[in-house]
């Protein structure tokens, strides 16, 4: 081959490659967030949030410490987060009649094991499901394994009317519902809860925040820590609080007895509708 031939080759391959990554997050169906301003996320018809997994006991359903949800739309079946174990998991999800082979994706909060160590019943149930997880940028980890990895790094539309948001190394998913406005989950908030918040409604410019339901990381700190939590929460506009896993008594008192409208007393198996249509 002359060598003007070979720059020419190496010249095309070189463009094919670079197109393919500019245009990679596309193939995906990603959408990422380019410019705040001018995006807001589209609404959806209704949302069902079922409770798989929680350490807060229900009757004889499993409450190992872990937390795994399940969010059904008009457009997506979607697990969130898959609580410690494969057994508590399915044995669940059983008993409550769910079936998790309808699931179209999964999104994980962040990597710790009460979250993570579920996911292998979902490999035994599908093949290559795709697992939207934290930017590693590392060598996979293991409960990865036999799942499409996509990791999120900025805040992105996932479907119409759903996003992943990004805080520190732990992400939140969120669902924009016709009427209500914000239904936001939180896997364990240790970038603090209110911060998640203020970050979905910054990014994703819906002001009304319906439900904040999940771990808020509140069950060694202080009282006075609990309350300015939830107060931050109202200032944010919340208007229903479901604190479970992590959240520790002290929210769940404090709110039953203060703020019983805002309060929602969630565990495992505890379910919600919320239909704008
Ligand atoms: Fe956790």
């Not at 409450?63 to 059904?72: A, R």
């Not at 009427?179 to 409604?201: D, K, Q, W, Y």
Request: hydrophobic share 40%.
């Amino acid at each position: 081959m002359e060598n003007n031939q070979k720059i020419v080759l190496v010249v095309g391959v070189s463009a094919i490659l670079l197109v393919s990554i500019i245009l990679m997050p596309y193939f995906l169906g990603l959408n990422s967030i380019n410019d705040p301003e001018e995006y807001q996320l589209e609404s959806i018809e209704y949302v069902r949030i079922t409770v798989l997994v929680d350490n807060n006991p229900n009757g004889s359903l499993q409450s190992p410490w872990g937390l795994s949800m399940l969010v059904e739309t008009e457009n997506l079946t979607i697990l969130f987060d898959s609580g410690p174990n494969p057994a508590a998991l399915e044995e669940n999800a059983e008993a409550l009649g769910v079936d998790l082979s309808t699931c179209d994706l999964i999104v994980v909060s962040h990597e710790h094991l009460d979250h993570v160590d579920g996911l292998t019943h979902m490999t035994e149930i599908h093949d290559d499901l795709s697992l939207y997880t934290p930017y590693y940028g590392t060598s996979p980890m293991y409960w990865m394994d036999g799942f499409n990895v996509i990791e999120v790094e900025d805040t992105t539309e996932i479907s119409s009317g759903i996003a992943i948001i990004g805080e520190s190394w732990e992400r939140a998913l969120v669902i924009n519902v016709k009427n209500f406005g914000l239904v936001i989950l939180v896997g364990c908030s240790h970038p603090r809860v209110e911060n998640m918040v203020s970050t979905a409604i910054d990014e994703l410019n819906v002001n009304e925040t319906y439900i904040v339901i999940g771990g808020f990381h509140l069950a060694s700190s202080t009282y006075s820590r609990v309350l300015s939590t939830v107060e931050s929460l109202f200032e944010l506009g919340v208007q229903n609080i479901y604190p479970i896993h992590c959240s520790g008594d002290a929210i769940r008192s404090y709110l039953e007895s203060d703020y019983p409208p805002n309060f929602g007393n969630a565990s495992v198996g505890f379910q919600i509708t919320i239909d704008g249509t």
